[in-house]
């Protein structure tokens, strides 16, 4: 299968790892050819030029040829304005490469969704926003095409501020008579404050957070998220 070569391309590091002696095999997540995976010939060589630029996190601008499922990388320029990010930031940024490297298929271009990945790493580098995660999370959800339904019910009715819902991943929010137990039970507040992206009662932040984990961790499947269970056994300590 013969593959263009691609110049100019604005992209970001999501994983790599070393290959044979020198080089490494990039997955990089690109405005427009999504998830595509690359070989960074002589990478690891302490002279290389492309051995410091290779970095999660910041926008790089990309040019590779080839055929194949791995790519040849043939520049790469670093495009600035992403500050480094530390502690938490630096940890729920590597959450967010996890999803795409689970989820997101490979060369399945989400232009909106990239955007909403350079724009949510920006609001990681200053006061860290639990909201910023909620609202990747569910651009995340709908740019995959498993889009929440969160202002009417299965039914089609729609959503009542007061009433009580279970959250059914294959139909959407069903009416409960009354508060439910389960991590997928929200308030109707909770399913429309979701819908709004507005995060700024404790409650809806809470339930949404927990309705997230639950419905990534049915798409993810037994694959799991190493993040979260490193950040849940760091909260343990």
């Not at 030029?49 to 040849?72: D, H, I, N, S, Y």
């Not at 490469?97 to 790493?121: C, F, G, I, K, W």
């Not at 006061?127 to 999370?137: K, T």
């Not at 279970?166 to 997928?184: F, M, N, T, W």
Request: charged share 25%; hydrophobic share 40%.
């Amino acid at each position: 299968m013969h593959r263009h070569k691609v110049d100019s391309q604005p992209a970001f590091v999501l994983h790599s790892y070393p290959y044979r002696e020198t080089s490494l095999i990039v997955e990089v997540f690109s405005r427009d050819f999504g998830r595509v995976a690359l070989m960074a010939r002589g990478a690891r060589r302490p002279r290389s030029a492309l051995r410091g630029l290779l970095l999660a996190f910041q926008p790089l601008e990309l040019a590779w040829a080839g055929k194949g499922e791995v790519l040849t990388l043939m520049k790469a320029e670093w495009q600035g304005g992403q500050p480094l990010l530390a502690g938490k930031a630096l940890f729920c940024a590597y959450y967010l490469n996890e999803l795409l490297m689970h989820l997101l298929p490979r060369e399945d271009a989400h232009e909106r969704l990239y955007s909403v990945y350079a724009q949510t790493l920006l609001r990681f580098a200053g006061p860290l926003q639990e909201a910023d995660l909620r609202s990747f999370e569910r651009a995340f959800l709908q740019e995959l095409g498993y889009g929440l339904t969160l202002e009417s019910d299965a039914k089609g009715v729609p959503i009542d501020a007061s009433g009580h819902y279970s959250y059914e991943i294959e139909h959407g929010p069903v009416r409960l008579q009354r508060p439910g137990s389960s991590a997928l039970s929200v308030s109707g507040k909770t399913l429309i404050d979701l819908a709004r992206e507005d995060f700024s009662d404790p409650r809806s932040l809470l339930e949404a957070k927990q309705l997230m984990r639950t419905l990534i961790a049915h798409y993810t499947g037994s694959k799991g998220l190493e993040t979260r269970r490193i950040f849940k056994e760091l909260q343990e300590l």
